[in-house]
């Protein structure tokens, strides 16, 4: 479940919230009670981003951004599935596999979006794309400058700026759906300690190193 209460359709004032909750899952259906969307997706991240119609009429217009941007959609796309793969979320990373097939990419390309670096099937330009994508995302915004000359070889300074934007906007995203276990984050902590048998009790593993002397 997510972290945060989900807002259900009997609550909701806003018109803009209303529209998509209409839009999403249909008229008269409350979400809360009754989850899930198209995509398959449970929809949590509406009702709960619905505790401030402020704070998702924001969000909305961002999302709106990018069909008016110049940039490539496919490059757009590359940008925010490799953002959601590079900052572990497992919702912006499906999502955007989705759209990217839906933009007409194949499968086996979409799939290699995880493992670019070592996969044949990108152009120079595609794999500038993902190199800045990591730079932005795993590197706090460090990108080398000869990936930064791929870029401009074939972008104008508008569509790298919308590249940009764009790519650190779905970072944002997933870093917030992974904080609040929204939609496909909502998933329990990967890194846990895996318990010892019983019989090993707790004892100093280093013991079991020690070279007689």
Not at 72 to 90: F, H, I, N, T
Not at 94 to 121: F, I, T, Y
Not at 155 to 178: F, G, K, N, P, V
Request: some cysteine; aromatic content about 10%.
């Amino acid at each position: 479940m997510p972290r945060l209460r989900q807002v259900p359709r009997d609550e909701v004032t806003d018109p803009l919230t209303l529209f998509f909750y209409d839009r999403l899952f249909g008229p008269d259906r409350d979400p809360v009670a009754d989850p899930g969307t198209a995509t398959g997706s449970p929809g949590d991240w509406w009702t709960v981003f619905a505790l401030d119609p402020v704070i998702l009429k924001h969000c909305v217009k961002g999302f709106q951004l990018y069909r008016e941007a110049e940039l490539d959609p496919v490059l757009r796309e590359l940008g925010q599935s490799r953002a959601g793969w590079a900052r572990g979320s497992q919702f912006v990373f499906s999502q955007h596999c989705k759209q990217m097939r839906a933009l007409g990419m194949p499968d086996e390309k979409v799939k290699a979006v995880a493992h670019w670096q070592v996969s044949p099937l990108f152009d120079e330009l595609e794999r500038a794309v993902l190199a800045y994508t990591d730079g932005l995302v795993l590197d706090g915004g460090r990108v080398h400058d000869e990936i930064f000359a791929v870029l401009r070889a074939h972008l104008s300074d508008r569509q790298i700026l919308e590249l940009t934007y764009i790519t650190c906007l779905y970072e944002m995203h997933a870093t917030m759906s992974r904080a609040l276990r929204l939609e496909f984050d909502d998933r329990p902590e990967p890194v846990v300690e895996v318990d010892s048998p019983d019989r090993y009790g707790v004892r100093d593993i280093a013991d079991d190193f020690q070279v007689g002397g």
